[in-house]
């Protein structure tokens, strides 16, 4: 086996955004800013005559944005996310307490995985809420 990396190094630096398929662009818009608590980072009409929408949030302080787009030639859903913090307990206590959100029954740990809870936006996408490493 011989290795190619040499010639094909990526000039990529960063995830930018990450893409979730959303019915209604409103709604989600209000989920992830009033009950998880992102900001709101972007909403743009764009096209020719600006019959679409560029909607992104994100986490407080993370350079990593969130677009929630409308369905392309599908359903809504099944995406999937993970996103971190260092207090995995509180962060599902916090999200209990909003209320509305369909969480898992509570953060478990599996062998060799951190602590973990999984939520669901309406539209089916998910988000795994994981313990960030020490270091971070």
């Known amino acids: 086996m011989t290795d190619d990396t040499t010639n094909t190094r990526t ?3 960063n995830i930018g955004v990450a893409m979730f398929a959303v019915a209604d662009q409103d709604a989600a818009r209000a989920f992830y800013t009033g009950k998880l608590g992102f900001e709101l980072r972007g909403d743009t009409a764009f096209g020719e005559n600006g019959e679409m929408r560029w909607l992104e949030v994100a ?3 993370s350079r990593t944005r969130l677009a ?3 369905a392309m030639g599908g359903a809504p859903g099944g995406g999937m996310i993970g996103v971190e913090t260092s207090d995995v307990v509180a962060e599902y206590e916090r999200l209990r307490a909003v209320g509305g959100i369909d969480l898992d029954p509570e953060p478990t ?3 060799g ?3 973990l809870f999984m939520l669901r ?3 089916g996408n998910t988000i795994v809420v994981v313990e960030a490493p020490a270091d971070t």
């Open 11 to 13: 000039t990529v630096s």
């Open 59 to 61: 986490p407080p302080g």
């Open 68 to 70: 929630l787009n409308p």
């Open 109 to 111: 740990r599996t062998s």
């Open 113 to 115: 995985a951190p602590l």
């Open 121 to 123: 936006d309406p539209d």
